[in-house]
């Protein structure tokens, strides 16, 4: 099994910063793509930004310039730090891995979420 542990949310003041953090453990041979996701009060869940081996770092339009996603694949650890945060920024975030398991298959696997909100 697979378990990704998220932390770093909370509350910050509009215009401030936040650096989320979320590490897998487990059953791991390597991690493919590696991502933060969020839903707001009333939405559905979107991404913010992806991270794959491969390719190019998406990020969401609502976000770009303001967030950068990072990885440490030697510490199966992936971070969204975030500046510039604004009210609408407020939301649950997600992370998200692609693991490919010792046994040598490929799970998805979620983070439990961390709250960050974004008020004065």
């Known amino acids: 099994q697979v378990q990704l542990v998220e932390s770093g949310g909370g509350l910050v003041q509009p215009g401030g910063s936040l650096r989320l953090s979320c590490a897998a453990s487990g059953s791991i041979f390597s991690i493919n793509d590696m991502g933060w996701y969020r839903q707001a009060p009333g939405k559905e869940r979107e991404l913010v930004a992806i991270?794959?081996?491969?390719?190019?770092?998406n990020y969401a339009d609502s976000v770009k310039g303001r967030v950068t996603i990072s990885r440490d694949n030697a510490q199966n650890t992936v971070y969204l730090q975030m500046n510039s945060l604004k009210p609408e920024d407020t939301a649950v975030y997600y992370c998200?891995?692609?693991?490919?398991?010792?046994?040598?298959?490929?799970?998805?696997?979620w983070g439990q979420g961390t709250l960050v909100i974004v008020s004065s």
């Open positions: 991270m794959p081996t491969t390719s190019t770092t």
């Open positions: 998200k891995m692609m693991v490919r398991t010792i046994a040598r298959t490929y799970v998805e696997v």
